[in-house]
């Protein structure tokens, strides 16, 4: 055993800064908060032992700010580093700081981030371990030739993929000998970044997403606390997680046992991880990734094994020994409660929160860093908390969540709760009477998003690209009403809501709201779809940040192609022409940050537009 820590600065906010702070506190171990002013009034920040202001509005200046963490270390006098997960929690350079100024990294080592950190190294790292991954070329996409050769070889479609991608970031499907061309010599102008920043995989349809939740200490000892399945996804980010990962065979679970290990091993990984695969329908196994942190869904591996991972981390941290995981135990179910609209494809959102009543009673645990009154803000991160359910078995586990969801109860901000609802009442995801367990990466969009066939283009994110779309659920709606004085649930189709609504708005007459959720009925979208398709103004949806833009000045569309790509609290929101036209004019470029209402470009739609004005008008 190494050196105790006596004091760690946690380096994140929110949910995950809490979930660090309550272990920490059952260890005796003092903590250090710190905070922007957006989360002041924050549980994370009350509940710590010290707490220090992040000056700044944004990202950079807050929770990324690398000198300004620094100094907060050596202010608090903390003698170790958690950084939670994302922000600085990969930052190779951040780890080498910190060791620097004489305190302890809870994680891998610098030179484990810098291998694992890069997809293409990672690739070489996988090949180096005898971990077979996603066929593809681990190498930078600068010569055509051999994207070419490759795409002939294995078939279209294909994916590039940003070298420093994560979370479904930096993904572009390529359906064709002419997508290809177009994406290699546009690249530069139109994709916001160098050709040397990507590489190509072959695009695997039909697959599932599954991983190990793993640790590894100084003495060498390894294990896998759980396997979990995370294939429930939107934009190629995870909304809904469980462990272990159902319905695997025993020669994949051996398998998945053996990569991880062999990954780990390669690197010399000392710490806890996630090894992510894609398992396809035969049995198959490719390494994805190797995620070196803890994760958001590390609490159902917490559930079934009976662990405390941030316990784990720091025993590990102080050179002890990890923890023989038990053979699991239990079924665990992990809902990401966001602040997103399933009625707009789930687009991130903010706003207040006027109520909120979690559920509770045998085996429910929330993790979340919000109460009534926050304002979730559209600066930061969308998710609001955590839902676990854990059961005696998956059957029962999924029946909990439904109790769980009917007791839910959140007001003044959208979230997924009705979408779980469907999704749990599934049986291609519930597996029941019968049914069998079939589900992969684009199920939920397929299925429950994405409805516009028009959408599905050149240049569109894989979840759009996928090949033949599943045959859509109908889309309704649900209202509690009485008859007879008795309580009942109604649920009606989309499409008659929206015209009784349509009709409603045309009488003047104030919108309902829809009592389940305190969600409303959500025709903004579609109206100010309508509105653009009318002026050839295409405005922002939301505040975000450009990260694409697929399209030039004097290029044709049609009605669903892919316009601009925006990013916001980390997910990847897409722009798409509500008409057919001609770009007139672009006003943004990559990189550069839009306001909600924002012009963003203007097209030409049968000589009607006036750009100079319609702008002006948008303002």
């Not at 779980?420 to 939920?444: R, V």
């Not at 007459?509 to 103004?537: C, F, M």
């Not at 405005?539 to 892919?562: F, H, Y």
Request: glycine share 8%.
């Amino acid at each position: 055993m190494g050196k105790r820590i006596e004091k760690v600065l946690v380096a994140n906010r929110g949910e995950i800064a809490l979930r660090v702070v309550r272990t920490l506190k059952e260890m005796g171990i003092a903590s250090v908060a710190v905070y922007a002013e957006q989360d002041r009034e924050s549980q994370y920040v009350s509940m710590a032992d010290e707490a220090y202001l992040l000056s700044g509005d944004t990202y950079k200046d807050t929770y990324l700010n690398e000198e300004l963490m620094l100094e907060i270390l050596r202010r608090s006098g903390a003698d170790a580093v958690h950084p939670g997960y994302g922000f600085l929690s990969e930052v190779a350079s951040f780890a080498e700081k910190v060791a620097a100024a004489g305190a302890v990294w809870i994680g891998p080592s610098p030179k484990a981030l810098t291998d694992l950190g890069d997809k293409i190294t990672a690739r070489r790292v996988a090949t180096r371990a005898k971990v077979p991954p996603v066929p593809g070329l681990s190498e930078s996409a600068t010569d055509i030739h051999a994207l070419f050769d490759f795409a002939h070889t294995h078939g279209f479609p294909i994916m590039m993929k940003r070298t420093d991608g994560g979370g479904g970031h930096g993904i572009t499907i390529v359906r064709n000998d002419d997508e290809l061309r177009g994406f290699y010599l546009n690249h530069d102008s139109l994709q916001g970044g160098d050709l040397k920043e990507y590489f190509i995989e072959r695009f695997i349809d039909k697959a599932r997403h599954v991983e190990t939740q793993c640790g590894r200490d100084s003495h060498g000892n390894f294990t896998v606390y759980s396997t979990r399945d995370c294939t429930v996804q939107r934009r190629n980010q995870k909304l809904i997680e469980e462990a272990p990962a159902p319905f695997l065979d025993e020669s994949v679970i051996r398998q998945l046992t053996q990569y991880s290990g062999n990954l780990f091993q390669a690197v010399d990984y000392v710490g806890l991880g996630t090894c992510e695969f894609m398992v396809t329908p035969q049995n198959k196994v490719y390494f994805l990734e190797v995620n070196p942190r803890l994760q958001v869904e590390h609490t159902v591996s917490e559930e079934v094994c009976g662990l405390d991972l941030v316990r784990e981390q720091i025993t590990i941290a102080e050179g002890g020994e990890l923890t023989q995981a038990p053979e699991p135990r239990g079924h665990s179910f992990e809902l990401r409660i966001t602040c997103e609209d399933p009625a707009t494809n789930l687009t991130p959102s903010s706003g207040t929160l006027t109520r909120i009543a979690w559920p509770s009673g045998a085996g429910i645990r929330v993790d979340s860093g919000v109460k009534e009154g926050d304002t979730v803000s559209p600066k930061f991160d969308s998710m609001m908390g955590k839902l676990i359910v854990t059961a005696q078995d998956r059957a029962a586990a999924v029946a909990r969540v439904r109790r769980a969801l009917g007791e839910l109860v959140i007001e003044g901000v959208p979230t997924p709760a009705s979408l779980f609802e469907q999704i749990f009442n599934d049986p291609d995801f519930t597996a029941e009477n019968g049914h069998a367990f079939d589900i992969s990466t684009k199920w939920l969009e397929r299925t429950y998003l994405n409805r516009e066939p028009g959408s599905l283009s050149a240049g569109q994110p894989a979840s759009l690209s996928a090949g033949a779309a599943e045959t859509p659920k109908t889309a309704t709606e649900s209202f509690v009403i009485e008859i007879d004085n008795r309580r009942v649930t109604l649920t009606v189709p989309q499409d008659i809501v929206d015209n009784l609504t349509g009709s409603a708005r045309a009488r003047g007459a104030k919108l309902p709201t829809q009592p389940l959720r305190g969600q409303g009925l959500h025709n903004v979208a579609a109206k100010a779809a309508a509105d653009e398709g009318q002026s050839g103004v295409i405005a922002s949806p939301m505040q975000a940040v450009v990260t694409r833009i697929n399209v030039a000045e004097g290029q044709q569309v049609s009605k669903g192609d892919l316009l601009v790509v925006l990013e916001s609290m980390k997910m990847e929101n897409y722009v798409y022409s509500p008409v057919a036209g001609t770009v007139t004019k672009i006003f943004v470029g990559p990189a550069a940050g839009v306001e909600a209402g924002e012009t963003l470009v203007t097209l030409d739609i049968n000589g009607a537009s006036k750009p100079e004005q319609e702008e002006g008008e948008a303002k």
